[in-house]
C-alpha cells in the first residue's frame, strides 16, 4: 500500500505534511511518495533530525505550489509542475494507491475530476466528512462540493454515503436520511420534495436504508448513519457543528479558568477533557474524501497538524480497501434516473 | 402593559403557562389575560396554594385547544372556541399588547397572519430567534417559517432583523450577514447569488449595515448581529446548534460522572456549569417573535417551563415597547423591491 501525500498543502506545509506522512510509515506500515519541491522537503527532514529519507518514503519532486488565491477551477492546468498535477498524475498512473492533500479544495475537486475522472456514471464527486454524533460519527455527504443539485446528484449520494458507513464506519444497513425540516415527505425545499421518493423507492427496493426525513438536531444526536443535503445545506449543518463545537469549548475552557479551585477541578477531570477534544477534532477522523472520484482523494483540513496528516494517510489506506469504489461502480445503474445502458445507446 | 398568554399550549400546560405568567406578573409587574379552560386554570392556580386570581391577572375562557395534530392552517378557524384564536383575537381588539404562546408554531403562525395581519408591505412574518453566539447572541431571520423565498423577502429580513438588533439586543448599527458557504457574491444557491447585490445596495445607501456574506461557523463565532437565511437554512442552522449543544452537554456530563474526583470536579465547577447552560437554554430568551406582524407574538419553546414562559412574557413587553413595529412600517419604502406606492396605484 502507498499513499501519495502532497508535502505543500495547507497552513501548515510543508512542515506537517512531511512529518505526518513520515508517522504514517513508520506506525501504519505506509509506504509514503512526498510530492513537492526536493529542497523544502529534505529541509523539514533536517530540521527533524533526519540525514536521509526513511525506507518507504520517495519524493517525487514538483517545483510549483498551487495556492489559496490561484482559480480553482484552472489551478492544476496552468500550474503543471504543482504538486497537486503531479500528485494526482502519479495516482492515475497508478504509482500510488491513494492521495491526500490538506490543499485548497476546490482546486483539489476540480483536479481530480479532470485528472482521474469520476467513476463511470457518477453524476458530481461529493465531499464527504464523518461528522461528530451521538452514534459515533455519521457520514454527511455533501457538505460543500455541489451547492446546485438536481434531486439525482442526491439520490447517488444516499448510495455512495451508505456504502461508506458500510464499508468504512462498519455500520450494518446504515441508516440514511434526508437532511430535512421536519418529518413529512412535504417538508423542505423543492429539491427535498422531488428526491423524498426516489430514496424512498431506493429503500422499499431494498437497495438503501432510507429511515426518511432527518431532522439537524436530530442527525447531530446519531439519529442515522448517513446525512444526505446539498452542498449548501451540509455545509451549513457542518460548519455549524464546528462553530457551536468551538464556541463551547471556549466557554468550558472560561468556566475552568476562574480561579485556583476550577483550576483544580480541570486537573481532576483532565482525561476527560482530552477524550472532549477528540470528539469535536477533525483531526482524528483524518479529512474528508471525495466520494464518486475512481480512485481514493482525501482533503485534510487546511489546519492539519502531521497528526491529522497522518490519520488522513491512514483513512487513504482504508479508503482504498474498502471496496468502496468497487461498490459504487458494480451499483450505477440502481443510482441513476436515467439507466446508464439507454444513455450510451 | 398588559400580555395575553395562551394557557394551554406547549408540552407543559396548564401548568407552565399560567405559572410562568403569574411569574412575570409578580416579578415584572405586567398585568395577563390568561386565555384558555377556566377551570383547568383555576385547578393550576389551587394547586399552588392561590384560592383566587391574584391582582393584574385575569381569564379568558376558551373551551378548545389547538393540538399538535391539527392541521396548522385551519386550525384557529376550525376551533373558534381555542385559547389561540381567543388569544390572538384579543390581541387585535387592542386588549392586551402581546401575545405569548408554546403551542403549535405552524398554527401559531398561520393565525397571527390571519387574525393580525401582517404590517402593511411586509411579504412574509418570519421567526427570528436570538441565538447564542459568541457576541453575545445574534438575531437569526428566519428559522423555518418560510422554506421558499424570492429575494424580497430575504431583503425585508435583513431589515427587519436589523432593527431588531437595535432595539432589542441594544446593538448601534447592527452588523447584518447573509448565512453562507463562501464570502464571494456568487457563492450559495441561486437566492443567495440574487440577494447579495440587493443587500450591498442597501448597505450602501446607509439604510442597514450589510458585512457580506457570513459562513456558520463566523456565525457562531459571533461575527454578526444579524443572520439572514431563508427558512431552510435558517433551521438547519438553528437545529444543528442545538443538537451540538446537547450532544457536547451529554458528554461533559459523562465525563463529570466518571468517578468520586470527576464528581468533586463538578462541585468545584458548579457556578460555572450553571453559566454554561445558561447560554445554550433556549428559556433564557424567552421565545422566537414573530417578525413582521402588525402585534407582538411571542412563540414559546413547546417545552418551556414556567421560567420559559416567565422570560416570553418580559420579551413580550421588551417587544411592544421596542418600536419594531413602527419601524418597520416607516421603512417599509426601503424594503420592497417595488415600492409599495406603485403597487397600490
Known amino acids: 500500500m502507498k499513499i501519495i501525500v502532497d508535502a505543500m498543502g495547507g497552513d501548515n506545509a510543508p512542515q506537517a505534511p512531511v512529518l ?24 523539514v527532514l533536517q530540521k527533524n533530525g533526519r540525514q536521509e529519507l526513511p525506507k518507504g518514503v520517495e519524493i517525487a519532486h514538483a517545483s ?10 484552472n489551478a492544476f492546468r496552468r500550474k503543471k ?8 498524475s502519479l495516482l492515475k498512473e497508478g504509482r500510488g494507491d491513494g492521495f491526500v492533500s490538506a ?16 467513476i463511470k456514471g457518477v453524476r458530481r464527486a461529493a465531499m464527504a466528512p464523518v461528522v461528530p454524533t451521538g452514534n459515533g460519527g ?15 446528484y442526491l439520490l447517488q449520494f444516499a448510495y ?18 434526508l437532511l430535512n425540516i421536519g418529518a413529512e415527505p412535504s ?33 447531530v444526536e446519531g439519529a442515522v448513519d448517513v446525512i444526505v443535503a446539498d452542498g449548501y445545506a451540509g455545509n451549513i449543518f457542518l460548519k455549524t457543528m464546528e462553530g457551536t463545537g468551538l464556541f463551547l469549548a471556549r466557554e468550558i475552557k472560561k468556566m475552568f479558568k476562574k480561579n485556583l479551585l476550577t483550576k483544580l477541578s480541570a486537573l481532576l477531570v483532565s482525561g476527560g477533557l482530552k477524550e472532549f477534544k477528540k470528539i469535536m477534532s477533525s483531526g482524528e477522523v483524518g479529512g474528508t474524501a471525495l466520494v464518486g472520484i475512481s480512485k481514493p482523494v482525501i482533503k485534510a483540513h487546511g489546519s492539519s497538524d502531521a497528526y491529522a496528516i497522518r490519520n488522513a494517510v ?31 445507446e
Request: net charge negative; proline share 4%; glycine share 10%.
Open 20 to 43: 505526518g506522512a513520515l508517522q504514517a510509515s513508520e506506525q501504519l506500515g505506509v509506504d509514503i511518495i512526498l510530492v513537492g519541491r526536493g529542497e523544502d522537503i529534505l529541509k
Open 187 to 219: 417538508k423542505g425545499t423543492d429539491l427535498q420534495v422531488e428526491v423524498y421518493p426516489l430514496l424512498e423507492a431506493a429503500g422499499r427496493e431494498g437497495r438503501i436504508n432510507f429511515v426518511g426525513n432527518v431532522e439537524a438536531r436530530e442527525a
Open 314 to 344: 491512514r483513512q487513504a489506506v482504508e479508503y482504498s480497501q474498502s471496496g468502496m469504489i468497487e461498490s459504487i461502480a458494480a451499483h450505477i445503474d440502481q443510482m441513476r434516473l436515467e439507466p446508464l445502458k439507454k444513455t450510451q
Open 138 to 152: 455519521a457520514v454527511l455527504i455533501d457538505c460543500g462540493a455541489n451547492v446546485k443539485c438536481p434531486p439525482e
Open 64 to 73: 510549483q505550489v498551487v495556492e489559496i488565491c490561484d482559480d480553482p477551477a
Open 160 to 177: 455512495m454515503g451508505s456504502f461508506y458507513a458500510e464499508k468504512l464506519l462498519g455500520r450494518e444497513n446504515p441508516k440514511v436520511g
Open 81 to 88: 509542475d504543482s504538486s497537486l498535477t503531479v500528485g494526482l
Open 103 to 118: 490543499g485548497s479544495t476546490g482546486a483539489l475537486l476540480s483536479a481530480a475530476t479532470l485528472i482521474n475522472k469520476r
